[in-house]
């Protein structure tokens, strides 16, 4: 290889004598990098450098890079860059003349007597470096235009070599196993008026047939169908339950599972064989994927969720190490996108039987980190039916919403753990039961089964999803009949909150727990909002301590996804009294300002009858003026603690001193009154302390125009991240 410089010339080789190129990998030896003042003369340049380049001893693309600068497209700076594939067949012309000067048709394309080949026939080039490891035809064959003559292997892969035009072969210029350079003659073919209908039809694909890889794949599939297991299946349905697949199939809507992970088998290939494995554990215990919710609702970005089952059929639903490393790969594409979760919890925990890793304790898992990441992130949902416990009941925890059926039982440990530290003997049944696990609180909705378990998670997750058109609501002039002319008297403050909402919107989120603060998602003229109420039917609607706990977690809920806020407040304050303070209420109540102090939406009070101290203020968010309104009906009345309180401390010297009881009770009568009148909603309203006195009829109208009235969020871009407490 000659030592090519000059003036804006420089070639970077690694040729040397007696070097071997090697067809199999990149077989460059040299590269000639050439600069010029304009782009003319800097391919002149290349042209007289290629010219003067010699190379001996080894075939190279010379020639055909020749070729390829004089062609006038070249020299017109007019290519693109499939020019050279369009042009192959032309720059694949061989030269004998040493001073490599061509003769080029009209078009500018090297002449048919460049190639060496008859006049009458056409040559077929190696479209690259290569190896001849298969010849497909043999001369005298007839072929048709695009079939297949050889293949040659190169990069350790196979590139065939087509057929350009119909005809017969008339030559063959290389050998098996023999090295073939880049644009090197390998057939001669005489063209003829072939009829290859025949050999078409021959080469036509068929559709239908199944080759072995993709055989093998959708075996593997079937395996996995819950009608490949009917025994398992079988089980299931004589408990009452249905099998994971089932779950998610409701769950998702149709064709929109992308499963993940469903090769998995359990980390156990010391114990038993891979085909054992496959019909022990498929897919790992672990059912797994994206898809959409109420997609025919909503529109694709917000229908898009994440659905994981574990199946109780496989080793109890337990945690296993290849289903956490699956699980984790899910809450990661949770985290990245945005993406909602759902988990079907029901199992035993960790998998003590898995014996392939490197470890010991396995307490480096990073699933229940990567779940709790999620949380004020992405909504998440966890449904369980039956056994729910250990680590199972931890990721369970964990979720926003806890929906169970009644056949749940949800325990931090199992029967077999308790009896191992000593504790008792127990049933799983009796290890948490709902009876016990939703009054206090870890159960948010309970349900009869897992069909109404999956549908309730369908309407939660749509308060998240955004607004519907279609709604209908009740008559409200039955808001003005709810609340007794008489004072004293309790109402249904739950057929009030149904009667506000559109019809069939109303969801209660942990109905069994706190009974004296209703928390609910609801829709008013399709739009979803979170509602928090007294119960004047439990303490009065005092707010005990475990009210405080559930009126904060609520209010972080709604405030992380963005879902405005109403408040329907009838309280004569907290629960007070040397037993309430045995519940550290001050702690509890607390939580309610903290949390109000931190709300982004929109907050909007609405005063049914009592709003009395500090309980009233923490039904307005921390204060009559930190909604974006308070109203009040015309029952409305006001105070700085309870009326009938108030008095009997601001007036109890003079009371005293009155010795007949008739005369006492009348004046107690009468300062009552007196105070009942000052604090009635319009005396309220006159003041400024409150925003307006409305017709009951008309509360649906302030909410949404006080709506209208702040910036609505958008919830794919403004979603906050503030974890929401688990209690």
Not at 683 to 698: Q, T
């Amino acid at each position: 290889m000659s030592n090519l410089c000059g003036l804006g010339v420089r070639v970077d080789g690694y040729g040397y004598q007696n070097y071997q190129v090697t067809p199999v990998y990149d077989s460059l030896i040299a590269k000639l990098i050439v600069k010029g003042s304009d782009y003319v003369t800097t391919v002149n340049k290349v042209y007289r450098a290629l010219c003067e380049f010699i190379i001996e001893g080894v075939n190279t693309n010379k020639s055909v890079l020749l070729n390829l600068l004089q062609l006038p497209q070249v020299k017109e700076n007019n290519i693109t860059t499939n020019f050279v594939e369009q042009h192959l067949t032309a720059l694949f012309a061989k030269q004998s003349h040493p001073e490599l000067c061509f003769s080029h048709n009209d078009n500018g394309l090297p002449t048919q007597q460049d190639f060496n080949i008859p006049i009458d026939c056409e040559g077929v080039m190696s479209p690259s470096v290569g190896v001849l490891v298969e010849l497909c035809v043999k001369e005298g064959d007839t072929v048709f235009k695009g079939q297949t003559l050889a293949h040659l292997e190169a990069m350790k892969m196979e590139f065939p070599v087509k057929a350009t035009l119909s005809g017969t072969i008339t030559h063959i210029t290389v050998a098996m196993d023999s090295p073939i350079n880049s644009a090197e003659l390998m057939f001669i073919i005489a063209p003829s008026d072939v009829d290859t209908g025949e050999v078409q039809i021959e080469n036509e694909l068929d559709l239908d047939s199944i080759r072995d890889d993709l055989l093998e794949v959708l075996q593997r599939h079937e395996q996995l169908n819950d009608d490949a297991r009917p025994k398992a299946v079988q089980k299931r349905h004589e408990k009452g339950m249905r099998t994971a697949r089932e779950n998610i199939n409701h769950l998702l809507d149709e064709d929109s599972f992308n499963e993940y992970g469903a090769m998995l088998i359990a980390a156990q290939r010391k114990r038993f064989s891979v085909d054992e494995l496959r019909k022990m554990s498929p897919a790992d215990g672990l059912v797994a994927g994206t898809g959409t919710v109420n997609n025919a609702i909503f529109d694709d970005d917000s229908s898009r969720c994440i659905a994981m089952s574990y199946d109780y059929t496989v080793f109890a639903g337990t945690q296993g190490i290849m289903n956490h490393k699956k699980m984790d790969r899910m809450l990661d594409l949770a985290k990245q996108w945005r993406i909602p979760v759902i988990l079907f919890a029901e199992g035993g925990g960790g998998r003590p039987s898995d014996t392939d890793f490197n470890g010991i304790a396995g307490l480096d898992c990073h699933t229940f980190v990567a779940m709790a990441a999620l949380s004020g992130l992405v909504p998440t949902i966890g449904i369980v039916a039956g056994r729910c416990f250990a680590g199972n009941a931890a990721l369970l925890g964990v979720c926003d919403v806890v929906i169970a059926t009644k056949s749940a039982s949800i325990g931090m440990v199992g029967p077999a753990m308790i009896e191992g530290g000593g504790l008792g003997t127990f049933t799983a049944e009796e290890v948490g039961p709902v009876s016990v696990q939703s009054p206090n609180g870890v159960i948010d909705i309970l349900v009869e089964n897992e069909q109404e378990a999956v549908d309730t998670a369908k309407k939660y997750l749509s308060y998240f999803q955004g607004a519907v058109t279609n709604w209908q609501s009740d008559d409200q002039r039955k808001l003005r009949h709810y609340i007794p002319e008489n004072r004293m008297r309790i109402y249904n403050i739950r057929d009030l909150i149904s009667t506000i909402a559109d019809i069939d919107t109303v969801l209660e989120i942990r109905q069994d727990f706190a009974p004296g603060i209703i928390t609910s998602l609801i829709r008013i003229e399709g739009k979803p909002f979170g509602l928090i109420a007294n119960n004047p039917s439990y303490l009065g609607g005092a707010i005990d301590a475990v009210s405080g706990d559930k009126m904060s977690r609520f209010m972080r809920l709604c405030n992380a996804f963005n879902i405005p806020m109403i408040s329907l407040c009838d309280t004569p304050g907290f629960m007070v009294g040397p037993e309430a303070e045995k519940q550290a209420t001050v702690r509890h109540i607390a939580r309610i300002f903290a949390a109000a102090g931190s709300l982004t939406v929109p907050f909007f009070t609405i005063v049914l009858r009592k709003g009395y101290g500090l309980g009233a203020q923490a039904m307005a968010a921390g204060s009559m003026h930190s909604p974006v309104f308070t109203a009040s009906w015309p029952t409305g009345e006001f105070g700085a603690m309870g009326v009938e309180g108030a008095i009997s401390l601001a007036f109890s010297k003079q009371l005293a001193a009155i010795d007949d009881i008739n005369e006492r009770e009348k004046m107690f009568k009468s300062l009552v009154d007196k105070a009942y009148e000052n604090g009635k909603a319009l005396n309220m309203a006159s003041y400024m302390e409150i925003d307006a006195v409305i017709d009951p009829l008309d509360t649906r109208k302030w909410i949404l125009r006080g709506l209208k009235a702040t910036p609505q969020p958008n919830n794919k871009t403004e979603t906050k991240h503030s974890f929401i407490d688990t209690w």
